[in-house]
């Protein structure tokens, strides 16, 4: 590169455009050698021995404004991936499960639970007698009543209850003011009931609470009386336990018997 000759005036402002001059000399310069770097740093990646080429010292100019080079972009090729396409699965076919017709098991319904019957007659505790015994009967007398149906039990965690109804001789009515003695052996207690005092039951119906606090174990009797307390049918004993009080449970707390009249 030829230099050129430049006739420097003697003055202050031939000084200053001398100066300039040097000062873009300069500038120029620097922007070459950034730029020679650059393509040698691009060749070396591809050819190794034009990477042991030395560089070119770099020209640092003098604090002034200084305009920053642009960065050059170099263009890289991508190489293409070819990729072989997966071989495809074939499924196996899958075996048929056979259906073998089985007995379809019935579903038993549970029985509701026992619906609790409000009490009517509450049993009350008499002065201290004799523990009393069911009426002795003879084999020659034919009582005017008897038992209807075998005595029911039902389980009740919240009172021990005897409940029934009477029964006139064609079953389909009740008869109203019957009595009824109910005894516990072993303990001075026994309780009168009268049937038809409850409004909301029928004619025939009475109740006696035994335990009003919860079960009560017991082995107990009842039967149908006159107003002197004589019997008019056998005495029907009963048990009650405290066990099992659940509504699905086996418990005896709710005792249900009822009578027939026979003429």
């Known amino acids: 590169m030829q230099g050129r000759f430049v006739d420097m005036p003697s003055n202050g402002s031939s000084r200053t455009a001398g100066h300039a001059l040097v000062d873009r000399t300069r500038v120029r310069l620097a922007v070459l050698g950034i730029i020679t770097a650059s393509m040698l740093a691009t060749i070396s990646c591809t050819c190794p021995l034009l990477s042991l080429v030395a560089r070119p010292p770099t020209v640092t100019p003098t604090p002034t ?23 495809t699965a074939t499924p196996l076919p899958a ?10 098991a019935t579903q038993t319904p549970i029985p509701p639970a026992p619906t609790r019957r409000p009490a009517t007659a509450t049993a009350t505790r ?3 007698t004799p523990t009393p015994r069911p009426p002795t009967a003879t ?4 009582y ?4 209807f149906a075998p005595v029911e039990y039902l389980p009740d965690c919240a009172v021990t209850t005897l ?5 006139d001789i064609d079953a389909g009515a009740q008869i109203r003011n019957v009595l009824l003695k109910v005894c516990v052996e072993g ?3 026994c309780a009168t009931l009268r049937t038809g005092e409850d409004p909301t039951k029928g004619d025939g119906y009475f109740n006696a609470i035994l335990g009003p606090e919860g079960p009560r174990a017991g082995n107990w009797w009842v039967a149908v009386v006159d107003a002197q307390g004589q019997a008019l049918s056998h005495a029907v004993l009963f048990q009650t336990d405290t066990h ?11 005792v249900i018997i009822d009578f027939k009249r026979n003429y």
């Open 126 to 128: 008499p002065p201290a």
């Open 244 to 254: 099992d009080c659940d509504p699905d449970g086996t418990g005896r707390q709710w």
């Open 187 to 189: 303990e001075f207690w």
């Open 95 to 104: 075996d048929t499960p056979t259906l073998v017709a089985t007995s379809t």
């Open 144 to 147: 005017q009543y008897s038992l």
């Open 65 to 87: 404004k200084t305009p920053r080079p642009s960065a050059t972009a170099t263009w890289t090729a991508t190489p293409t991936v070819e990729v072989e396409p997966s071989p």
């Open 139 to 142: 084999a020659t007398v034919s």
């Open 163 to 167: 409940e029934g109804t009477v029964w």
